[in-house]
């Protein structure tokens, strides 16, 4: 076993205390480290990248209990305790990147002669010192210092109240007619005789799925279109002010030309672009579905002319019960929750040839599941699975990043937190799960860097999505799921389920490409211009990209999330799948275990972590640049 051992958590009883002194010790220790830099800086330029590095290192680990700990900790007090220590770690942040005394020590460093890696960890810092706006006058550099934690304050309001905004409906049992027994089993009728279903995952997914209420499903679709309403209004039109002001300050024409700069695309032009040729290529299969559904709704309901975000989840999987034989509510007996988490570790661990060992660590609440991570025996990280879901929890699915890898000095930790039911779970969520946990696999794999900026999940964000799109392949294989998808008899789900499934799947896949080119376009939008009315924006983009019409009185962008991490960059998740179906070329669908291409995946993608270019890593793996071709085929077939 490796002597690196992970970071001791504390009790419930210690978090509010240990986590305010964890983040502010290592800000403290940053603040030090970066007055010795200054006062005394190191001889040779390795010896100034490493120094640079261990700055880096204390205000990064800090970071990653304020992000954990604000998302997760039952306790409201140290939630917004670790919000509050991350916005001192922002606001110190925000002012290193523009300290010129530090930047002057780092552009006086001469790069013949280092590593290959050094000189990317430099060329980055400088890169970043610049963005940051170190090069500004001492004006505009303090209205950025202002401005980065107003945003920090924005974002995190914006997401507190979408994670506290839960929204309910009561109604009769007899409206949940055609919902699941264990769904109803676990969902018993108040004291006045009503059912209460709230919009978090587990209640609302089930009901917009399976109830053959029409009102019920309406009922719930205005609740989930209308989380954060109207708080998150005035709190967007903020932030996106801000960042708009930011952006010029820094001389980029928006917020997206900013964004873009350091991320595959590039720029703003070639986001709208990437999002109108996704468009073009998915019209014919998106109207030809989608009259499927609609000839399907026109059986319920003879005088209907479109159909809606509230029915359509309804309608469609009819479609698949009914033309494609896959009823959800059989394919979920086969995916009890123990055994899709369990066969997860199983699979994962024997593709990329690793193990997961149970540990019985402290955590920040009784559901997280924490397992050391293997490698040839010897540990290599620790990942905590935080699975369903609790008041003030993060409210959709992500992992995030407790420690960064650093090689020979501390393991990478990841947290996996969703908010899925403790019982049968949708295929949708098995899929949900492989796909979070290739982000998980990625932090802990890339995690023996260097270099803590080339840690993990670290390359462009534009790419960031593939490693964890590929994955859910392997969720949608008989052979895989034979591992473990069995139902209460111990049958194990057959394959020619399983095919059904994917064709099932298929369906629909070019209208559900253009619904995510409308939340493409709407996150790219918001930050090319100024709005008076977000909502009527809304409405005109889905109008534009969507082949689905607007919810009256409905208020989409409140409750989407991504406005704030993504910001402009949405459409990093179609990028990504382009260039994750490409890569999933390389692998044989008829044996997805092969050692040979797997382990030249791993380590030729997962490992390098952030230490070159996302597109050098898929050459490198694929043996040639990525192309647009396989993604096109299969949005043809």
Not at 232 to 251: F, I, M, T
Request: charged share 25%; net charge negative.
């Amino acid at each position: 076993m490796s002597e690196l051992e992970p970071q001791t958590l504390p009790t419930a009883t210690e978090a509010l205390a240990w986590v305010t002194a964890t983040c502010d010790g290592g800000l403290d220790r940053a603040r030090s480290l970066v007055e010795s830099f200054k006062a005394s800086p190191p001889t040779g330029a390795l010896a100034v990248l490493h120094a640079w590095n261990d700055i880096h290192v204390a205000l990064a680990d800090a970071a990653g209990v304020a992000g954990v700990y604000s998302e997760t900790d039952p306790s409201r007090d140290v939630r917004e305790a670790a919000e509050e220590a991350m916005q001192r770690l922002d606001a110190f942040s925000t002012g290193l990147g523009m300290d010129q005394d530090v930047f002057a020590i780092l552009d006086g460093v001469e790069p013949a002669g280092l590593s290959d890696d050094a000189q990317r960890f430099l060329e980055r810092a400088l890169r970043d010192f610049r963005r940051s706006g170190v090069d500004q006058d001492d004006v505009t550099r303090a209205r950025l210092t202002e401005l980065a934690e107003l945003e920090l304050k924005a974002s995190q309001e914006h997401s507190k109240n979408i994670r506290e905004g839960v929204r309910s409906i009561s109604v009769p049992p007899e409206a949940l007619a055609g919902m699941p027994q264990d769904w109803l089993d676990a969902h018993p009728a108040g004291d006045d005789g009503q059912v209460t279903v709230t919009t978090d995952y587990p209640d609302s997914i089930p009901l917009i799925t399976f109830c053959s209420d029409a009102s019920t499903r309406m009922a719930m679709t205005l609740e989930r279109l209308n989380v954060a309403w109207p708080a998150n209004d005035a709190v967007l039109q903020r932030l996106l002010e801000l960042r708009a002001e930011h952006a010029k300050l820094l001389g980029y024409d928006t917020w997206a030309d900013f964004d873009a700069e350091v991320k595959m695309i590039g720029n703003a032009s070639a986001i709208g672009e990437f999002i109108d040729k996704i468009t073009a290529a998915a019209a014919e299969s998106a109207q030809r579905d989608k009259a499927v559904v609609l000839r399907r709704l026109q059986q319920d309901v003879p005088d209907a002319t479109d159909i809606s975000s509230a029915d359509l989840t309804y309608y469609s999987e009819l479609v698949r019960k009914e033309q494609y034989a896959v009823d959800a509510q059989l394919v979920r007996t086969y995916f009890s929750f123990e055994k899709v988490r369990q066969g997860l570790l199983d699979v994962t661990g024997r593709l990329f040839g690793i193990s997961f060992e149970p540990v019985d660590a402290v955590t920040w609440h009784e559901d997280v599941a924490s397992y050391d991570v293997l490698r040839d025996g010897a540990r290599i990280g620790r990942i905590h699975l935080d699975l369903h879901p609790r008041d003030g929890k993060y409210k959709h699915a992500a992992q995030f990043d407790l420690r960064g890898g650093l090689r020979g000095r501390q393991l990478p930790e990841g947290v996996l937190l969703c908010n899925f039911g403790r019982g049968l779970m949708e295929h949708d969520e098995v899929v949900t799960l492989f796909h979070e946990f290739g982000h998980l696999i990625h932090h802990v794999l890339g995690g023996d860097q260097e270099f803590i900026t080339f840690s993990g999940v670290a390359t462009e964000w534009d790419f960031v999505e593939a490693p964890s799109q590929m994955l859910e392949e392997w969720a949608w294989d008989a052979d895989v799921l034979a591992t473990f998808a069995t139902n209460e008899a111990g049958e194990t789900i057959p394959a020619g389920l399983v095919a059904k499934m994917r064709r099932a799947d298929d369906f629909g896949k070019g209208f559900q490409a253009r619904t995510q080119m409308f939340y493409a376009a709407l996150s790219l939008n918001l930050h090319l211009r100024r709005y008076d009315d977000l909502t009527a924006v809304v409405q005109d983009l889905q109008a534009k990209y969507s082949v689905f019409p607007y919810v009256p009185d409905t208020h989409f962008h409140c409750a989407f999330g991504h406005l704030d991490g993504y910001s402009s960059g949405y459409y990093t998740y179609m990028w990504s799948l382009v260039i994750a179906k490409d890569m999933f070329s390389a692998f044989d669908s008829s044996d997805l275990y092969n050692a040979e291409v797997a382990g030249r995946y791993r380590d030729k993608v997962l490992v390098p972590g952030g230490s070159s270019d996302a597109a050098d890593l898929v050459a490198d793996f694929l043996g040639r640049p990525y192309t647009f071709d396989a993604y096109a085929a299969w949005l043809a077939e």
